[in-house]
């Protein structure tokens, strides 16, 4: 299972605006191998239905997408989004995750 707060969910939707996708278009979350730590956490906007092998959550109305393989590596991830002094963007909190980067968006399990 991965969750996403309400702050992830209401910045995934001022994207959509931003880049003027229909307000049904899903976000695609899934892991790359590359990055600082061995794996990078990837998204991107889906306007097609999900893949027999897809496994699809619902937050707050919006479709959630990931693809069978990285929801192993994702199962219990929270995705949040975070506004600090420093930074502001996405966070993945995988309690999978053994070391993580300074960036936050990649890991090494």
Known sequence: MITMTTQAVEQFRTLLAKHEKPSDTALRVGIKGGGCSGYSYVFDFEEKPPGKKDQT??????????D????????GTEIDYETSY????????????????????????
Not at 68 to 75: D, G, H, P, R
Request: aromatic share 14%; with cysteine; hydrophobic share 45%.
């Open 57 to 66: 959550f619902e937050f707050e109305g919006m479709t959630l997408i990931i």
């Open 68 to 75: 069978k393989k990285s929801a192993l590596f994702l199962a």
């Open 86 to 109: 420093m930074k502001e963007g996405f966070v993945f909190k995988n309690p999978q995750a053994k070391s993580t980067c300074g960036c936050g968006l990649s890991f090494g399990m």
